[in-house]
């Protein structure tokens, strides 16, 4: 295929198309131990929630409504409106439908919002910094430019119970005159990592001292879905970009993502959208407003969603220490998200490496090199760690489990 610079771009074999191949072709092998992607879990109750909610809808012929009209550009105005109230009651945060886009899922507001901070601006040539690695494999590819991510490696603490936890190294964080753009996910994928509230009054300060808006992805955070396992104050002001998704929720197949943030930046949002989609989805937004119009979002995160997780997660790093039952393996402390960060210190081989010798034995993990965007070399550390989730069924969890036992156990 003849293809332009864009589009032979787009045509790259990258980290997230390998992590697609083999979770599709994971999917059709009943065999295989799927604990490689991101979807969330089917929580019964939620499931339940989401199909009455569903049939309360198409009887009042809502949902038939959603399905045969485009919505505005920056998303249905009385799932904004509600957005609005919503933050404001929670937490004061003082905005207006003005400030609140939607979009095809937040993946796709990354791809706008990186590319219109970063990227050749007149002679300059800005980026998007990561103050922390491990991050979002999903942010890796989006570039309409090479060389889009300039980002560090964590400070590592290791912690009693074979728990670690990263830091961001402040010390040598730099943030230049062409420094466009400052992302964290909060929650992290893929080390379940919670930046503290210090850490996000710290970059926050610096991200105004500089001019540079900061995002803040709240994919797994609070108040919804809530999948975070200890308080933290979550904060927005105009200089600061909360992106939040209804996937986490339950919901990755509506596609729909919420950007919080500058009135300037919304409408940049919006007109992108226009030009790109012509509008968000529409289906998303009216179920969820029905659970907010109801009061009955954090109701199933509080009591449902991030109970189910909490639980899950005890019980597989009870699994993982018994079965591998070594003081090598060092798990990320799990503070949210859905999945273990797991790094295996002194293993002969690399997890790149593991990662196929455990996919011939029948289990799908996510080699730790691909969660560094903006590193040329990754390093060992990287090349030590994987990721796996805790959505599948807890037989599927055991079984998995003892694969990666017994395969480490060749390579220790
Ligand atoms: C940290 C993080 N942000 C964003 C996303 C993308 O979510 P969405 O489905 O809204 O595009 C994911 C998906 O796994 C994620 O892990």
Redesign the pocket.
């Known amino acids: 295929m003849n293809y332009s610079d864009f589009g032979k771009r787009f045509n790259r074999y990258s980290g997230i198309s390998h992590l697609m191949d083999d979770l599709s072709a994971g999917l059709l092998d009943d065999d295989m131990v799927m604990l490689g992607g991101?979807n969330p879990a089917a929580i019964p109750q939620v499931l339940e929630k989401f199909q009455q909610t569903l049939d309360n809808l198409q009887q009042r012929g809502d949902l038939l409504k959603a399905l045969i009209n485009y919505d505005a550009s920056q998303g249905n105005q009385a799932f904004l409106e509600s957005l609005a109230d919503y933050f404001n009651s929670q937490y004061g945060w003082g905005i207006s439908r003005k400030n609140i886009a939607l979009t095809h899922?937040?993946?796709?507001a990354?791809f706008t919002l990186f590319n219109s901070f970063a990227g050749a601006s007149g002679h300059s040539r800005k980026h998007v910094l990561l103050p922390i690695t491990p991050e979002?494999i999903?942010y890796s590819d989006l570039g309409i430019e090479d060389h889009l991510f300039v980002s560090q490696k964590p400070q590592i603490e290791k912690l009693p119970d074979q728990y670690f936890k990263y830091h961001i190294n402040f010390d040598s964080l730099e943030i230049t005159s062409d420094t466009g753009l400052i992302c964290v996910?909060r929650p992290?994928?893929p080390s379940g990592n919670v930046l503290t509230d210090n850490e996000c009054r710290h970059l926050d300060k610096l991200a105004r001292r500089n001019n540079v808006p900061l995002l803040v992805?709240n994919?797994?955070g609070t108040p919804f879905p809530h999948i975070i396992f200890h308080e933290v104050n979550p904060f927005w002001n105009d200089n600061t970009i909360v992106c939040l998704?209804?996937?986490k929720l339950g919901l990755?197949g509506v596609?729909?993502?919420i950007v919080i943030a500058h009135e300037e930046i919304i409408h940049q949002l919006s007109n992108i959208t226009a030009i790109t989609s012509l509008a968000p989805g529409g289906v998303g937004p009216v179920l969820v407003n029905e659970l907010l119009r109801k009061g009955e979002l954090n109701a199933l995160c509080d009591d449902v969603i991030r109970p189910f997780y909490q639980l899950r997660c005890n019980k597989v790093v009870e699994w993982l220490k018994q079965s591998v039952n070594d003081e090598r393996m060092h798990i990320h402390l799990p503070e949210g998200?859905i999945f273990l960060w797991l790094w295996f210190e002194g293993l002969s081989i690399t997890t790149s490496e593991l990662y196929e010798e455990l996919k011939k034995d029948g289990l799908l993990v996510v080699p730790g090199k691909y969660f560094f965007p903006g590193q040329d070399n990754p390093g060992k550390h990287a090349e030590s760690c994987i990721r796996m989730n805790y959505v599948q069924s807890e037989e599927d969890l055991q079984k998995g489990i003892s694969i990666l036992s017994r395969t480490l156990r060749r390579f220790w």
């Open positions: 991101g899922g937040s993946q796709s990354f979002y999903g996910s992290t994928n992805d994919a797994y998704s209804l996937s990755p596609r729909t993502g998200a």
